[in-house]
C-alpha cells in the first residue's frame, strides 16, 4: 500500500542520515524541506524530497497538504498513563494552600493512587487508561514509555505492567513498558526500606522478567523517597534482568543522584527540575539523556528544568509529559512543547527536536521513530494550514492538528 502525501508546505525532522540523538547547539537546528512530497510503503517511509522530485505514480492514496506542515509525531518518553481514578482532591488541597510534600506526609499522593489501584480490577484499569490513551494519540504522540509504580505490592504492579502489555497489544502506537516498583515506600515498609527492596529485587523483579514485562525499570530518588543507595541497589539489580534504568530524580532536591544514575549507564535521568553545575558535569559525556517535563512544573508549580544551562553546556535535553494523576493529568505534547518555548526559553526548533528525535532515544526508539527518515515508521502529524511551524508553540491553546498517521495509516 502505497500513500503520497503532496504539497507539504514544510517538512520538518529530515534526517537523511540517521542521527541517535542532538545535543548543545545541533538542538537549534530542525532540518526541513519547503514545498515537499512525503512518500509511505506499507507502515514506513519510503522517500521524501522537494516536490520538483515527486514521483510520477499511482499510489492508492495520496493527500495533499498544501499550506500544513507534516513532522514526526511526538515522542513521550515518561508517562503514567495506567492508573486508577484521579486525584481531584488533591489538586484542590494544593490551591487551599498544601504542597505536594505535605499532600504526601498525609498519606496522599503517590500512596493515594496505590491504594485505588489495588482496588481496581485489571479490566476496570484497562478501560480507563485505553481512554488516555485514545487522547494522546489524537494529540498527535506516536510512541510512548508508560511506567508501573501505583501498585507497590506483587499483584499489583504485576497488574499495571499487563495492562500496559495489552495496550501495547492492542493499539498501533509504539509503547514501551518501564518498571517502577521503587515509587514510594508503602506504609508498612516506611520503617523498614531494606526489606520493601527485597521484595521489589526477590519477588517482583523475576516474575517480571519471566513474564517479559517490562523494558526498562525506574525509581523515584529523591528526598523522603529512595535514597542514592537504595536507588544504586535497585539499578543494579535491574541490570541483572536485563533492564536499563531510567530515573525519577533532582525533582525537588539534588543530592547526587545524577552521578549515580550516570555511573549505572541511565538510558536517562527524568524531571531535573533542580540542577547544581555537578550534576552538569556527570551528564558531559555520557549516554544518559536528561528529560524535562515542563507540564509537572506548570501544574504543581515547582521551577522548570533549566534548559538553556544544559543546552550551553552541550548535553541534549528530551522533552517529555508526566502524564499522571497527581503532578501531571495532562499528556498534551503540544502544550509540552509550548510551555518549554515560553518558560524553559527553548527555541521552537530546539523544542521540536527534544519532542521527537531526543524523546524517541530516551526510550531506546531513535532506529525506529523521531525523525523523517527512509525506512522509519511512518508515523506522522500533520497540521492545519499555518503561517509557519512557530505557530504550534505560539498559539498554544488552539489544536493545529488536522490528521494524525501512525504506521502509515490515518487513525485521526
Ligand atoms: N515524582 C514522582 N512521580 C510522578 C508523580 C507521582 C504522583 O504524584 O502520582 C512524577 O513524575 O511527577
Ligand atoms: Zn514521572
Not at 226 to 246: N, P, W, Y
Not at 370 to 375: R, V
Request: aromatic residues 8%; glycine residues 6%; hydrophobic residues 40%.
Amino acid at each position: 500500500m502505497q500513500t503520497l502525501i503532496i504539497n507539504i508546505k514544510e517538512l520538518l525532522q529530515v534526517r537523511e542520515t540517521n542521527v541517535d540523538k542532538v545535543s548543545g547547539s545541533e538542538m537549534a537546528i530542525l532540518p526541513s524541506i519547503k514545498n515537499a512530497f512525503l512518500l509511505i510503503e506499507d507502515d514506513a517511509i519510503a522517500a521524501f524530497g522537494s516536490m520538483t522530485d515527486c514521483p510520477k505514480i499511482n499510489p492508492e492514496k495520496t493527500i495533499d497538504a498544501i499550506g500544513k506542515i507534516v513532522l514526526p509525531s511526538w515522542c513521550d518518553s515518561h508517562t503514567h498513563i495506567v492508573y486508577a481514578g484521579n486525584r481531584e482532591q488533591e489538586f484542590v488541597d494544593r490551591i487551599n494552600g498544601l504542597t505536594y510534600e505535605e499532600i504526601a506526609n498525609r498519606g496522599g499522593g503517590i500512596l493515594n493512587s496505590a491504594k485505588k489501584l489495588n482496588e481496581t480490577s485489571e479490566e476496570e484499569i484497562y478501560n480507563q487508561s485505553k481512554k488516555r490513551l485514545e487522547e494522546v494519540i489524537q494529540q498527535g504522540t506516536g510512541a510512548v514509555e508508560i511506567k508501573s509504580g501505583y501498585g507497590l505490592t506483587v499483584e499489583g504492579e504485576l497488574k499495571m505492567l499487563r495492562v500496559i502489555k495489552k495496550l501495547a497489544q492492542n493499539y498501533p502506537i509504539a509503547i514501551k513498558s518501564t518498571f517502577l516498583g521503587a515509587h514510594a515506600f508503602p506504609i508498612e515498609f516506611k520503617e523498614n526500606h531494606a526489606a520493601y527492596i527485597d521484595l521489589i529485587i526477590n519477588e517482583m523483579l523475576p516474575k517480571i522478567a519471566e513474564e517479559k514485562l517490562a523494558d526498562y525499570i525506574d525509581a523515584f530518588l529523591e528526598t523522603g523517597y529512595f535514597s542514592v543507595d537504595e536507588t544504586e541497589r535497585i539499578m543494579e539489580a535491574g541490570k541483572q534482568f536485563g533492564l536499563r534504568s531510567k530515573i525519577h530524580v533532582n525533582q525537588f532536591t539534588a543530592i547526587n543522584g545524577i552521578a549515580a544514575c550516570v555511573k549505572h549507564n541511565a538510558l536517562s535521568v527524568d524531571h531535573l527540575e533542580i540542577v547544581t553545575d555537578e550534576d552538569i558535569e556527570a551528564l558531559k559525556d555520557s549516554e544518559t539523556i536528561a528529560v524535562a517535563l515542563p507540564s509537572c512544573s506548570y501544574f504543581i508549580s515547582i521551577p522548570y528544568t533549566p534548559a538553556r544551562k544544559m543546552l550551553n553546556a552541550g548535553l541534549p535535553l528530551a522533552l517529555a509529559s508526566d502524564f499522571n494523576p497527581g503532578t501531571t493529568p495532562s499528556g498534551n505534547m503540544n502544550f509540552v512543547v509550548a510551555t518549554a518555548c515560553i518558560k524553559m526559553k527553548m527555541t521552537p526548533e530546539e523544542a521540536i527536536n527534544a519532542a521527537t528525535i531526543n524523546g524517541a532515544y530516551a526510550m531506546g526508539l531513535s532506529k525506529t521513530h523521531g525523525s523523517i527518515t527512509i525506512g522509519k515508521k511512518a508515523n506522522l502529524i500533520i497540521t492545519k494550514p499555518l503561517n509557519s511551524f512557530y505557530e504550534l508553540p505560539y498559539a498554544f491553546g488552539s489544536n493545529l492538528i488536522e490528521q494524525v498517521l501512525l504506521n502509515g495509516k490515518v487513525i485521526a
